[in-house]
């Protein structure tokens, strides 16, 4: 009976260690799955950002040529005016 008692106590602490082992094993492959995706949800939203700064500044330039357009005009328009008075 004794025999016994020290197989179940060796097996049942083995299998202890090793479903400890197990889970932390499936704990780090969890989190590195998690972590990956989140990379990967950081590497879009990077993306996207870049291609919105990129309109961004498209749309701006635009500005700038249709205010140095209307500068233009206004200087021509005011030249006039001076002259009619």
């Given at each position: 009976?004794?025999?016994?008692?020290?197989?179940?106590?060796?097996?049942?602490?083995?299998?202890?260690?090793?479903?400890?082992?197990?889970?932390?094993?499936?704990?780090?492959?969890?989190?590195?799955?998690?972590?990956?995706?989140?990379?990967?949800?950081?590497?879009?939203?990077?993306q996207s950002m870049a291609a919105a700064q990129a309109e961004t500044a498209a749309a701006l330039a635009a500005l700038g040529a249709s205010v140095a357009q209307i500068e233009a005009r206004l200087g021509s328009l005011e030249k006039i005016l001076k002259e009619v008075e």
């Open positions: 009976m004794t025999e016994n008692a020290f197989f179940a106590a060796f097996f049942f602490s083995c299998t202890a260690a090793v479903l400890i082992f197990a889970f932390k094993y499936a704990s780090g492959v969890a989190q590195a799955r998690a972590r990956l995706a989140q990379d990967g949800a950081y590497q879009e939203l990077a």
